[in-house]
């Protein structure tokens, strides 16, 4: 079953999404998880006794080396998004474990049918659940497969349980929460601000020249990186001349609202719930850090809804410092296009871990868990049996590999929304 949903554009240019996502029900995702789930016990808190229900899936023929699939988020679902993911993974006889993160999905609520506490959805106790979850499969150690949040989270995963990581690929990585911040905003403003990049000088004029007619910056600042990230500079480059001629209205606020649901309340049941996850996203994530009053800022996005969330008090770990440390194989995955977690984070990430390599993807944003699931699934692959060298050489390959995932969709309908009058 592909429960992506279905996008459109009407003849108003308006993005439609009949959305299979939007109206699944926790009955069908019920369904979905019978087939390959089973449930594990957790501590809701580490010292006592009370637990509640942790969904997991396995899916493919069942080997000595899974793959343990983490995505993004934090709040994003296993079972219902990766449906695709899955699919594809089997095809290529990959032994793959997708666990429903606490206090998200099938795993949101204790015995008793109550919500888990917010002080009890950490990225300590998410790491702990992976590690129960792998020593009840009864394998000795897994690839770690972790998508933007995910990569975080696979790195505390791995620094708390080394014995349990094999090898680890960080897809579109964050690495130190702070520094990451300030490398995306150099990022972001030397390409499509300062037009550093000759490719690009003609996309950063044109986000000047709409900037200066006195257009929200936060409006700006998130347009610019979703349609720069799904459907690339040209398609860009016309909805801001488009904007800035007045036109494509009502497309410029779809683009500009999109993942507003993301930041807080109860989300899409089973794809993106961001409550219970606060704790997370704005406490150790720092997703309500404070904007700089400089252009193209991504906190920008964040700020309304910072007000009402925890407050960032730190991550649980350096990970540069614990990734210098992890002495097996890694590979780091970026996008061309990435403007979340760019490529300087990446090519840090190599630099510091003593057997890393980089594979680039081009033509590609944020997660290739989301945005070209065939070529993250041949990366998966790769390290099951041993070939993470041989990776970087494959990149022009995999890049070219048949487009699966939402995000590649979403692009496509950009590309045909801009192009109507």
């Known amino acids: 079953m592909d429960v992506r949903g279905d996008l459109s554009v009407d003849q108003q240019g308006t993005i439609v999404v009949r959305d299979g996502i939007g109206r699944l029900t926790p009955a069908l995702a019920k369904v979905l998880f ?15 006794a009370e637990t509640f229900p942790l969904a997991v899936m396995r899916t493919g023929p ?9 995505p993004g988020g934090p709040g994003m679902g296993s079972v219902l998004p990766y449906v695709g993911l899955r699919a594809t993974a089997t095809q290529h006889g990959l032994d793959a474990i997708m666990v429903e993160h606490r206090g998200v999905g099938l795993s949101r609520r204790d015995n008793r049918g109550r919500d888990l506490p917010l002080d009890a959805v950490t990225l300590e106790a998410a790491a702990d659940d992976l590690a129960a979850v792998v020593q009840e499969c009864g394998v000795k150690s897994v690839v770690a497969y972790g998508s933007s949040y995910g990569s975080h989270l696979a790195q505390v995963f791995a620094a708390r349980h080394p014995e349990l990581v094999a090898a680890m690929v960080l897809d579109s990585p964050l690495l130190s929460v702070e520094d990451d911040l300030a490398m995306v905003r150099a990022h972001r403003r030397r390409l499509l601000w300062d037009g550093d990049d000759p490719a690009l000088i003609a996309v950063a004029s044109a986000v000047q020249d709409l900037a200066a007619t006195g257009i929200s910056m936060a409006e700006l600042s998130h347009a610019v990186e979703v349609v720069y990230e799904f459907a690339g500079p040209q398609v860009l480059l016309r909805l ?3 904007r800035r001629a007045g036109r494509q209205k009502q497309l410029w606020r779809q683009v500009s609202r999109l993942g507003v649901r993301q ?23 720092g997703f309500g850090l404070p904007v700089d009053g400089e252009p193209l800022d991504p906190q920008l996005h964040f700020a309304e809804a910072a007000v009402r969330q925890p407050a960032f008090h730190g991550q649980p770990l350096d990970l540069p410092t614990q990734l210098a440390a992890f002495n097996r194989p890694l590979v780091v995955v970026s996008g061309d296009r990435d403007l979340r977690t760019p490529r300087p984070i990446a090519e840090r990430a190599v630099s510091l871990a003593p057997d890393a390599v980089l594979v680039p993807l081009v033509n590609m944003g944020h997660s290739a868990l989301d945005a070209h699931q065939s070529a993250a699934v041949h990366i998966a692959h790769a390290l099951t049996v041993g070939a993470a060298h041989g990776l970087p ?19 496509h309908a950009l590309n045909v929304a801009t192009r109507l009058p």
């Not at 069942?62 to 983490?70: A, E, H, M, N, T």
């Not at 930041?263 to 994530?285: C, F, K, T």
């Open 34 to 48: 019978g087939r390959h789930g089973f449930v594990i016990q957790r501590p809701v808190y580490p010292d006592r």
């Open 62 to 70: 069942p080997s000595d080396l899974p793959v343990l699939f983490i």
């Open 240 to 242: 801001l001349r488009a």
């Open 263 to 285: 930041l807080e309340g109860r989300g899409v049941s089973g794809v993106m719930e961001p409550d219970l996850v606060a704790g997370i996203a704005y406490g150790q994530l």
């Open 393 to 411: 050489a494959e990149s022009g390959r995999l890049s070219g590999l048949r487009r699966r995932g939402a995000s590649h969709w979403l692009g």
